[in-house]
T-cell receptor, first 112, second 115 residues
Framework: EDQVTQSPEALRLQEGESSSLNCSYT??????LFWYRQDPGKGPEFLFT???AGEEKEKERLKATLTKKESFLHITAPKPEDSATYLC?????????????FGKGTKLSVKP | NAGVMQNPRHLVRRRGQEARLRCSPM?????VYWYRQLPEEGLKFMVY????????ESGMPKERFSAEFPKEGPSILRIQQVVRGDSAAYFC?????????????FGPGTRLTVL
């Protein structure tokens, strides 16, 4: 069964304290790994798509990397406005068409 | 605003009533997906539609739930005879002409409360 596990469930950082969020996945064949950011009361906001091991994408203070079993979202020198829940999702070749399989997310809090 | 639109944003229904949730995809997008998010749970896929066609409804409960995406107008997720367990946030996403190979962009969601 396809599975996506994110860790930690919650992470508290001081402003400027860099860290990483983890997303482990089990799929029959990866057809894309997606990172989203979700603020309270809002819909997920698309951040990155990764397709193959070794691929990296960057946006401002965020950098996403991918291996054959997991993905990391690195946050460099975070600011309070980076506080949100970060969601990881995968699309599987062996799964049904179109749907994304989501993890439960990592809730990030950045204190000034 | 060219983003995915959903309405209503909040919906309150009593047990046994019907709930209708609407989703207008991003301009130029012809693929729509519905997800449900329960408290403390991740987003769960429900159904994938293109204009006038249901492509994949493997995540949709067999009873009381239905979805459509007509030739004209928004996609509709309909829940008949709602129960308290249907209380959740329902999100719609859309993608472009490459279909399931494109990123999915989400709307703000409809928060359904069943009394």
């Amino acid at each position: 069964e396809d599975q996506v596990t994110q860790s930690p469930e919650a992470l508290r950082l001081q402003e400027g304290e860099s860290s990483s969020l983890n997303c482990s996945y089990t799929v029959s064949g990866l057809r894309g790994l997606f990172w989203y950011r979700q603020d309270p009361g809002k819909g997920p906001e698309f951040l990155f798509t990764l397709y193959s091991a070794g691929e990296e994408k960057e946006k401002e203070r965020l950098k996403a990397t991918l291996t054959k079993k997991e993905s990391f979202l690195h946050i460099t020198a975070p600011k309070p406005e980076d506080s949100a829940t970060y969601l990881c999702a995968v699309r599987d070749y062996g799964g049904s068409q179109g749907n994304l399989i989501f993890g439960k997310g990592t809730k990030l809090s950045v204190k000034p | 605003n060219a983003g995915v639109m959903q309405n209503p944003r909040h919906l309150v229904r009593r047990r046994g009533q019907e709930a209708r949730l609407r989703c207008s995809p991003m301009k130029g997008h012809s693929h729509v997906y519905w997800y449900r998010q329960l408290p403390e749970e991740g987003l769960k896929f429900m159904v994938y539609l293109q204009k006038e066609n249901i492509i994949d409804e493997s995540g949709m409960p067999k009873e009381r739930f239905s979805a459509e995406f007509p030739k004209e107008g928004p996609s509709i997720l309909r829940i008949q005879q709602v129960v308290r367990g249907d209380s959740a946030a329902y999100f719609c996403a859309s993608s472009g002409d490459r279909g399931s190979y494109n990123e999915q962009f989400f709307g703000p969601g409809t928060r359904l409360t069943v009394l």
